[in-house]
């Protein structure tokens, strides 16, 4: 079983940058990826962006690509987003994802972080 604790969510004003973490813990023997996720109010939880746990490669949504920035932490399984020149839209719950090695898809998920931000 993993656990995924994400945190760093908060109010903020248009403009403003935030950090998201997230810390792996439990049996963590290796992801193929981690990623962030986000809901907004009334609507479906969407892909941000993720990283490839091996090499570091990472994919944006086109909503948040040039503005968000993802990293990871391989020893401390942690992974990070960090987010710049938010935006009223940004405003959603964020959750932090890992796709365990042999998982088909994201099969471990924190309990999310709320992010809003004021226009």
Request: charged content about 20%.
């Amino acid at each position: 079983q993993v656990h995924l604790v994400d945190s760093g969510g908060g109010l903020v004003q248009a403009g403003d940058s935030l950090r998201l973490s997230c810390t792996a813990s439990g049996r963590t023997r290796g992801f193929v990826a981690m990623a962030w996720f986000r809901q907004a109010p009334g609507k479906e939880r969407e892909f941000v962006a993720s990283i490839r746990w091996a090499n570091g490669d990472p994919y944006y949504s086109d909503s948040v690509k040039g503005r968000f920035s993802i990293s990871r932490d391989i020893r401390n399984y942690r992974v990070f987003l960090q987010m710049n020149s938010l935006i009223p839209e940004d405003t959603a719950v964020y959750y932090c994802a890992a796709q365990s090695i042999g998982a088909g898809e994201y099969n471990n998920w924190g309990q999310g972080t709320q992010v809003t931000v004021s226009s």
